[in-house]
């Protein structure tokens, strides 16, 4: 039996809102506490893909770009230092699924409270709910940071 123990994983869902970026601000200084490394998950769905409609089709969706933008989103939130401690994933799927999907076997699953969709007075977005709901560890969901002033 190994006495060593793995590097705790820490698996950020980002996706561009206030919330997200504070998320992932508190991921990075999570994982520098407990000697993590961070993994950042962005979902992406072609809207109208889970429906009864005809079959969802998004010719303007480019995949290389979404990861393009996953990236340089890391690097204005952390900078370019913080970027390189952090591993960037882009994965297809509904966002609840892909984040409890990627927390599997991770010590933390850390999300925004709110995202980019839903009712503005809602305490927690639909997703960091049902994550909260179903993730396979123990859930962390960040409010946005209150602004300087």
């Known amino acids: 039996m190994s006495t060593q123990q793995e590097t705790p994983r820490i698996v950020v869902g980002v996706e561009g809102s206030p919330s997200s970026r504070a998320a992932l601000r508190w991921a990075v200084r999570y994982a ?6 961070v993994e950042v998950v962005t979902a992406w769905e072609v809207p109208g893909e889970a429906s009864w409609s005809a079959p969802a ?5 480019d995949e290389e770009d979404a990861e393009r933008r996953l990236v340089e989103e890391v690097r204005t939130v952390l900078g370019e230092d913080g970027a390189s401690l952090v591993r960037e994933r882009l994965v297809h799927g509904h966002p609840v699924e892909v984040l409890v999907d990627a927390a599997r076997g991770a010590d933390m699953l850390v999300v925004g409270s709110r995202g980019r969709g839903g009712f503005r007075r809602a305490l927690l977005g639909s997703v960091s709910q049902q994550v909260a709901l179903h993730a396979p560890c123990p859930v962390t ?3 946005p940071e209150a602004p300087a002033g």
């Not at 520098?32 to 490394?37: C, E």
């Not at 089709?57 to 969706?61: N, R």
């Open 57 to 61: 089709v998004d010719t303007t969706f």
């Open 141 to 143: 969901i960040v409010r």
């Open 32 to 37: 520098g506490l407990v000697g993590g490394r």
